[in-house]
């Protein structure tokens, strides 16, 4: 009887987690905003599209940005420093962007660092992502 209701509740536990793991572009936007001290509308798909584009002085004299990997045109697939293929950024060409809030802030952190040389802030965060999604 016991070992029943524990599983229940451990079966019920188990969809509570499952639903909170289901990330989305509008989750990830929410999280960024309120993290950000600010109403998901205040959130601006012009200054991600700006930040996107912006050129960084690299470490080796050659200017750096988002689109150096990711290219112009995020619905088109991007290419590491060594060639690799990566996948378009835009969830409109590959939905399975912005659905994993763990690799969302792994490769911001990453990324960020890389062109930036600091973190991005919670509000670059949610215009980057308002952007990308509404690229068609
Ligand atoms: C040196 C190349 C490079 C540059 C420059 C770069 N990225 Fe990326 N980015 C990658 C790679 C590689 C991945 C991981 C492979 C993949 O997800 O297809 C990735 C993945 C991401 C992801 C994961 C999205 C998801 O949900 O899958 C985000 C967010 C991201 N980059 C943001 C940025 C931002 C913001 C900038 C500019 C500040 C930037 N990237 C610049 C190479 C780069």
């Known amino acids: 009887m016991i070992k029943h209701l524990l599983h229940g509740v451990l079966a019920m536990l188990g969809m509570v987690s499952t639903v909170v793991a289901a990330d989305s572009p509008a989750s990830l936007m ?4 309120q993290q950000a001290g600010v109403p998901v509308s205040a959130l601006s798909a012009t ?11 690299g470490r080796n ?3 750096v940005s988002c ?6 045109t995020p619905t088109q697939p991007g290419r590491t420093r060594v060639g690799k293929r990566i996948e378009p950024l835009a969830p409109a060409a590959h939905p399975q ?3 994993d809030a763990a690799k969302v802030e792994k490769w911001f952190r990453r990324n960020c660092q890389d062109v930036l040389q600091r973190e991005c802030n919670a509000q670059e965060k949610g215009d980057f992502i308002i952007w990308l999604s509404q690229v068609k």
């Open 61 to 63: 004299g050659q200017s």
């Open 67 to 72: 689109a150096s990997c990711h290219t112009a």
């Open 97 to 99: 962007r912005f659905t």
């Open 30 to 33: 929410a999280q960024y905003a």
């Open 47 to 57: 200054r991600g599209g700006e930040f996107y584009r912006t050129e960084h002085p």
